[in-house]
């Protein structure tokens, strides 16, 4: 049988009441033992005990490099964690363990494990099975669906299938695919990353901002397929474009729209902004974006920009 690792990082699978409502309280161990029997594989470790909205890339760091420390020692590896970032830790995971050759395999739960219609057992169970299969890489098990890693949003508050696929297929376990190159890990990530949500009229100013404090990479949430306030606009965006470009501000232009995507190529504001150096986030959700700018930045020079998100 697969010998697998289970890493606890707190949330509501995790989670008992308080006096000021539910906060992580059980231990790795005690999520292991809802797996029964298949509970004799899995070693536990308490990585964390944490609500997830309290999860920053520190926390993205030490769990990779936990990983990889410890990745020919076991067959695969289950990541419990609160939902409301998994998709954050799972785009995070995703690029920062490039070519990993064993599944990890994130999952939570929208009802603390052992309360009356929690689906913490369920989600164990799934994520179980991932972990003990062939897929090779990073992947959320949630609510019956497994998504890749950099595929994954929540699109739910509140029901089991809170996940969904952004770009992608889900994985069909029955056709594994193996990397193709060697494992690397990827454990520095630039933290000067902005996300920005465009809403009729908005200053151009907010992203000077951000520029002239510091930031290395604005991903701007655009309307449609990406698009900006161009030169019709009562105040253009494209000049402030093109300051970050000389700022070596990295911008990556993205959609407030949930499926199909950005792309800069069919209207004039969004070529526009391509030639000044805009990046098209394509059909990457912002989680994705967001943990995949980072880590870019922190392999590109100081004063240079990203030039491509797929290389």
Not at 73 to 84: A, E, K, L, R, S
Not at 125 to 147: D, E, K, P
Not at 172 to 189: G, K, M, S, V
Not at 283 to 299: D, F, G, N, T, V
């Amino acid at each position: 049988m697969k010998k697998l690792l289970l890493l606890a990082t707190g949330g509501t699978i995790a989670s008992r009441a308080s006096d000021h409502g539910l906060r992580p309280a059980l231990s790795a161990a005690d999520l292991c033992a809802a797996l029964g029997r298949e509970a004799d594989t899995i070693e536990v470790s308490d990585l964390l005990a944490l609500d997830s909205t309290n999860i920053t890339p520190a926390h993205w760091q030490m769990i990779a490099r936990k990983i990889a420390a410890l990745r020919t020692n076991y067959d695969g590896f289950i990541v419990t964690h609160g939902t409301d970032t998994m998709a954050y830790t799972a785009a995070a995971l995703y690029y920062m363990l490039e070519n990993i050759d064993r599944p990890v395999v994130l999952t939570g739960s929208q009802r603390p494990l052992g309360t009356v219609g929690s689906d913490a057992e369920e989600n164990l169970r799934l994520a179980y099975t991932a972990a003990s299969s062939s897929f090779t890489g990073i992947c959320i098990a949630f609510g019956g669906r497994l998504i890749h890693g950099n595929a994954a949003k929540k699109l739910y508050s509140l029901a089991d299938d809170a996940f969904r696929s952004i770009g992608r297929a889900e994985i069909d376990l029955t056709a594994p695919t193996a990397p193709t190159a060697p494992f690397r890990l990827h454990d520095a990530l630039d933290t000067r990353v902005a996300v920005i949500r465009l809403y009729p009229g908005i200053k151009p100013v907010t992203i000077d901002a951000h520029i002239a404090a510091g930031y290395r990479g604005i991903i701007l949430e655009g309307y449609g397929l990406g698009s900006v306030p161009g030169d019709d606009a009562e105040e253009s965006f494209l000049p402030t474009l093109d300051r970050a470009k000389t700022r070596a501000c990295t911008i990556v232009l993205t959609t407030q729209c949930i499926y199909d995507g950005a792309d800069l190529s069919h209207y004039e504001v969004g070529v526009r902004a391509a030639e000044l150096g805009a990046l098209s986030g394509g059909a990457l959700p912002i989680e994705a974006l967001y943990a995949r700018l980072m880590q870019l930045l922190a392999e590109t020079p100081e004063g240079e920009t990203v030039k491509s998100l797929t290389d």
